[in-house]
């Protein structure tokens, strides 16, 4: 994971590597309770959406599965937006935070505004696409389920059943883990470049990035080995 780092936190020394851990550290115990807290909205979402699906083609048949569920991608919208705005401005606030702390006597404001900015527009495009991503997945599930149905003779209320059991429980709850990983992982590295480079723009600012490498299973090898490395804002990370 990259994170952003002030000038006074560059040298190598023994110290600045144990601020820089405990930083990643705190990070990442951030990422974890927001995703604790969003798992559950996301899972409720998707499978209250697919249980009206379900009910609208026992009732009616496959034909009125888009108008059922053209609520679902303004509900995940609902969330994830949520989502994105909340994580951005508590990771954001950390650079902001750590920047005042460094250079007390400057003045924030138009930085913050110009971050706020960034962040509504990342939301635009990036969480646009995502919604009508997660929206279609939830619907091609939903038509497996009942093509699955089809080819193992079940009736409509057999398959109105399917459509639940394929994409809700255990299924619909490990998808909203995944979700809420990506999406509160990817605003919080966002808001993070956000904030440095209208720190950096605005007041004239060094700040940079450093790949720090999580510690866990999780952690891959190419990642383990861009630990270390520094970029300026513009620089993409090499990690292979």
Not at 183 to 199: I, K, M, Q, T, Y
Request: charged share 30%.
């Amino acid at each position: 994971m990259a994170i952003n780092t002030i000038p006074e936190y560059k040298m190598l020394t023994d110290r600045s590597l144990r601020q820089r851990r405990r930083e990643l550290a705190v990070q990442q115990r951030m990422l974890h309770g927001i995703e604790r807290r969003v798992v559950p909205l996301i899972r409720r979402v998707i499978e209250e959406d697919v249980a009206r699906a379900a009910e609208a083609f026992a009732a009616d048949g496959e034909g009125v599965l888009p108008f059922a569920m053209r609520g679902h991608q303004a509900n995940i919208e609902r969330v994830l937006v949520t989502v994105w705005k909340s994580s951005a401005d508590r990771f954001g606030q950390r650079i902001f935070a750590a920047s005042q702390k460094a250079w007390w006597g400057l003045e924030f404001k138009y930085a913050g505004d110009t971050f706020r900015r960034r962040v509504d527009d990342w939301i635009a495009t990036y969480g646009g696409e995502k919604i009508v991503n997660i929206t279609n997945t939830t619907m091609k599930q939903v038509r497996s389920a009942i093509q699955q149905g089809e080819s193992q003779g079940f009736n409509v209320n057999e398959t109105a059943k399917l459509i639940v059991e394929q994409t809700g429980g255990t299924i619909a709850k490990a998808r909203s883990r995944v979700i809420a990983r990506t999406e509160v992982h990817n605003a919080a590295v966002a808001a993070g470049d956000f904030a440095a480079e209208s720190l950096n723009e605005d007041l004239d600012l060094e700040l940079v990035r450093e790949w720090i490498s999580a510690e866990d299973l999780r952690r891959r090898p190419s990642h383990a080995r861009a630990d270390g490395q520094r970029r300026d804002m513009q620089t993409p990370f090499d990690v292979g």
